[in-house]
């Protein structure tokens, strides 16, 4: 089970961080991605990280959002800095049981219910 929040309004050039804690024994062994899908769009990948910290992210989030995982927290955190109104989605967790950092929906096993984020001009 994945729970995800930290999503809220924010003006343009602010940040958020977005966490997602799971339950289990297991989870240092998952790999952990972020989506986010706005409305009349498809789930698009946003950054994943491998059960190593392997790190991966869609272009249009380098050098603005930063994925990381506290194993002893059984937590994943996104990190958004520098927002665009373009950033403004529903923001989703998911968890892979394999371990890797997949940029593919289809990948991931898990799923958590979305957190919204809003970015005001």
């Known amino acids: 089970q994945l729970q995800a929040c930290g999503g809220g309004l924010v003006q343009a050039g602010g940040s958020l961080r977005l966490s997602c804690a799971t339950s289990?024994?297991?989870?240092?062994?998952?790999?952990m991605g972020w989506f986010r899908q706005a409305p009349g769009k498809e789930r698009e990948f946003v950054a994943a990280?491998?059960?190593?910290?392997?790190?991966t992210y869609a272009d249009f989030v380098k050098g603005r959002f930063t994925i990381s995982r506290d194993n002893a927290k059984n937590t994943v955190y996104l990190q958004m800095n520098s927002l665009k109104p373009e950033d403004t989605a529903v923001y989703y967790c998911?968890?892979?049981?394999?371990?890797?950092?997949?940029?593919?929906?289809?990948?991931?096993?898990?799923w958590g219910q979305g957190t919204q984020v809003t970015v005001s001009s």
């Open positions: 289990g024994r297991t989870f240092s062994k998952y790999g």
């Open positions: 990280i491998s059960w190593s910290r392997t790190r």
């Open positions: 998911a968890a892979d049981g394999g371990g890797y950092p997949r940029e593919n929906v289809r990948g991931y096993d898990y």
